[in-house]
């Protein structure tokens, strides 16, 4: 069964374009285990515009279900929060400092290196570890040598070509997930889905462990309500 993890992200956007602590951002993630989410993730970056370091240290002993933090870790501080906090999931992703938001997977091949070792230094914590890529089945296999337990495809291009046409934009998302599952590789997905899209990617790659969706929850939520939302998210996993 795939679970649905709730990125919270937005909500403290919002929190912090005012000031203060309206929305509450714990009380949010604790409101969306109540819901039915069966994890939150979280991804904080070096100038905390939107969680927080202290917001991931307040909701960590609170949370009932699955929590995942997700960021480069590259950045020591954020090494050194992961290992401080101790999630049941890391979830390593490329973006720079400056990104919007993730814009694109690993290349696990050319940095195989550097994954092992973080890979190895999460495990030291029993910290399963996921490697965000690219929907190239060569990534998948490449992300198992580095020792990862599953790996997170990047679902932006799918998302992108759904409304054009649902087989050919899911394609290598399929490839990359059968090469994955070969591999003995969990499979996580994430960016964009929604409402939409959401039911046609988990019908067609049933062995989806986990999907991370943010943004177009907490912009559906503005219209159905958050709770409302996380269960018409449910119904479609």
């Not at 993730?41 to 609170?62: C, F």
């Not at 400056?98 to 997977?105: L, R």
């Not at 964009?192 to 049933?206: E, G, K, Q, S, V």
């Amino acid at each position: 069964m795939t679970k649905l993890s709730v990125n919270i992200n937005k909500i403290a956007t919002l929190r912090n374009a005012r000031g203060g602590n309206v929305p509450d951002v714990t009380l949010a993630a604790l409101k969306c285990e109540e819901f039915g989410a069966q994890g939150i993730t979280v991804h904080p970056r070096p100038d905390e515009r939107h969680i927080r370091y202290s917001d991931v240290r307040a909701i960590r002993p609170l949370l009932k279900t699955e929590f995942n933090i997700e960021g480069n870790p590259t950045v020591r501080s954020f090494q050194d929060l992961v290992m401080e906090v101790v999630p049941d999931q890391v979830t390593l992703v490329p973006d720079a400092h400056d990104a919007i938001t993730s814009n694109a997977g690993w290349d696990t091949v050319a940095n195989k290196e550097l994954l092992s070792g973080l890979c190895s230094l999460f495990h030291q914590k029993g910290i399963r570890v996921s490697i965000f890529i690219d929907p190239v089945p060569e990534m998948a296999v490449a992300a198992k040598a580095c020792g990862a337990d599953r790996v997170e495809l990047y679902t932006e291009a799918y998302a992108a070509q759904y409304a054009a046409g649902p087989e050919a934009a899911i394609a290598p998302y399929l490839r990359t997930a059968e090469a994955a599952r070969e591999a003995g590789l969990g499979l996580n997905a994430g960016h964009d889905l929604n409402l939409d899209n959401l039911a046609y990617f988990i019908r067609t790659i049933p062995w989806t462990d986990e999907v991370s969706i943010g943004h177009a929850i907490i912009s559906d939520a503005i219209y159905l309500g958050l709770e409302r939302t996380i269960k018409e998210y449910l119904a479609r996993i």
